[in-house]
């Protein structure tokens, strides 16, 4: 195990010594290996006029030792160029990128030098850094940029506490300080190029909803670059800015009075941006469909859609049969009812009010009973089912019960059915027996159609055919009618799948816009721009 804050060059000295190598030979092959460590790991980074001393390994950070060896340097103060050393040195520890979860800190030991300018103020000065970091600095120029380039993907927080994992020791106050350095020297930069031909403007909140932390930005709409983010939204500041690009000629902007009143103070052509255009009409289309479209629409299926196309309707008949089947309480019966006539005149295109006195209802009640459509329908269907199963269930236990039942009216030696006086009635009784009926509902059929018997001759037959075939007699399930199936969609939900259709159709048609739309013809005035 290694020792704490051990040095490589006393390691790698005591290493070869213990190989044979004699104090000389070790020496220059630690500066061999220094070199190669130099040329490898920092090649690059620290300027080349640094020779690698040492390193230090720690259990919290990694030292690295450097010194100069320049023989000249540039005062800073005058510009003048010195070739005589001063007796003294100035050491520095710099920060660099953490490496293996620990921090890494270059002590530099640099020159100084005596100002041999007469009219210098400064008699001796330190060599500076550039590149590898500034004057007063305690961090490597990579340090910086790596520090800002987390904050960017997240927060000056969050960049914090991702540098301590990794090893590196800085605060947030600190990173901050590096974003605002890069952010100005960009600005910096923007303003002395002044090559800005098209400048775009808008307005953005620091703080989402919080109006007092509005800022405006400008872009390069060339480039898409940003210029400078300042902060308010008045006309004061933005003629400000205008007054620093005199080189651009157009004004890209949103509909906001005060863009524009500075527009024209300095003299620039305006133009509605493209985003804000197609934002306006959506708003436009949007509040023209919302006028038209209920605020809930029922897409229907079921045996509603299927007896008519255009609306929602169900007949009489069948409503009879549903409620029925269902054993609707008068209360649950009117409810339903209404729904089902609620639904069939806004299919029609009928407005609630409307609604409300065509059936003498209340619309409080009418908007109520139309929310829960979906429910009611659902509700009535589930009982629908269940009720069904249940008088299957039962029908077919009376069957078994009454098939396997001794008649004594029927011996040994009774005649066949296929001689009774029924017997030419077979077919209509065989059916009239599936879909449930007896001897009594069966004989004033058969006696509309000539039989001239007693309904007890129909019961001797019915009890015959059952002993001869047990399952012609067997009466059919009851089958559940088809679902009145509605699914319910907000007016808001059609709107954005009228957007994305719309996006597919754009996209067939090869998904690009008119060139025309990323500059739009100059609007001379608000008033031609509210046109």
């Keep these: 195990m290694l020792q704490e804050n051990i040095g490589r060059k006393a390691m790698l000295i005591s290493m070869l010594s213990k190989d044979g190598f004699d104090p000389e030979a070790a020496e220059k092959l630690y500066k061999i290996e220094m070199q190669v460590t130099k040329h490898f790991e920092y090649g690059g980074v620290v300027p080349d006029y640094f020779e690698l001393q040492d390193i230090e390994m720690g259990k919290e950070a990694k030292k690295v030792y450097w010194v100069s060896n320049t023989t000249e340097s540039i005062c800073p103060f005058c510009g003048e160029k010195s070739t005589e050393l001063a007796n003294e040195y100035y050491h520095k520890e710099i920060q660099d990128i953490p490496v293996n979860g620990m921090a890494v800190f270059h002590v530099c ?139 651009s000629k157009i004004f890209s902007r949103d509909r906001a009075s005060a863009y524009s009143s500075a527009a024209t103070e300095a003299n620039k052509t305006q133009v509605a941006d493209r985003f804000h255009l197609i934002k306006n009409a959506q708003a436009a289309v949007k509040e023209a469909l919302m006028s038209v479209i209920p605020a809930r629409i029922f ?119 296929s001689e009774s006086i029924v017997e030419p009635f077979r077919e209509t009784v065989t059916a009239m027996l599936k879909e449930g009926h007896s001897h009594r509902t069966i004989y004033p059929v058969l006696k509309e159609m000539g039989f001239d018997g007693c309904s007890n001759a129909i019961y001797q037959y019915i009890v015959k055919v059952r002993k001869e075939n047990l399952e012609e007699a067997r009466p059919n399930e009851l089958e559940k009618p ?48 509210k046109t």
């Excluded at 041999?116 to 120029?141: L, M, S, V, W, Y």
């Excluded at 929602?312 to 209360?331: G, H, Q, S």
């Excluded at 069939?344 to 009418?366: F, H, P, Q, Y």
């Excluded at 008119?514 to 031609?528: F, H, I, K, Q």
């Design 109 to 247: 030991r640099v020159n100084k030098y005596k100002c041999r300018n007469p009219g210098c103020k400064h008699k001796i000065f330190t060599e500076r850094t550039d590149g590898f970091c500034d004057e007063d600095a305690r961090k490597t120029e990579r340090f910086k940029k790596y520090c800002v380039l987390q904050a960017m993907q997240s927060n000056c927080h969050a960049a914090e506490q991702a540098l301590k994992l990794e090893g590196a020791k800085v605060s947030n106050d600190t990173i901050s300080r590096y974003a605002k350095a890069v952010a100005a020297k960009v600005i910096e930069e923007s303003l002395r190029d002044n090559d800005v031909e098209i400048i775009s403007v808008d307005d953005v909140n620091l703080r989402k909803g919080d109006k007092s932390s509005a800022c405006t930005v400008f872009i390069d709409e060339k480039t898409h670059r940003v210029l400078i983010i300042i902060r308010g939204t008045n006309k004061e500041a933005v003629a400000q800015v205008l007054e620093k690009f005199t080189s």
């Design 299 to 417: 897409v229907r299926e079921g045996d509603g859609s299927a007896l008519n196309d255009d609306y929602f309707y169900v007949p009489d008949e069948t409503v009879n049969k549903r409620v029925r089947l269902a054993k609707l309480t008068e209360k649950q019966e009117a409810k339903y009812r209404s729904t089902l006539k609620i639904l069939e005149l806004a299919g029609k295109g009928m407005r609630t009010a409307d609604i409300a006195k065509s059936l003498g209802m209340n619309m409080m009640d009418v908007q109520r009973y139309r929310r829960v459509a979906v429910e009611t329908l659902k509700s009535v269907d589930k009982k629908i089912e269940k009720n069904i199963a249940m008088m299957n269930s039962s029908q077919q236990q009376h069957f078994e019960k009454i098939a396997t039942r001794n008649i004594k009216t029927i011996g040994p030696k009774a005649h066949p059915s």
């Design 482 to 529: 088809q679902d009145l199936n509605l699914e319910s969609v907000t007016h808001g939900t059609v709107y954005r799948s009228i957007l994305k259709e719309a996006s597919k159709d754009r996209t067939k048609n090869g998904g690009k816009s008119d060139p025309r739309a990323n500059g739009c013809n100059p609007l001379e005035n608000d008033s031609e721009a």
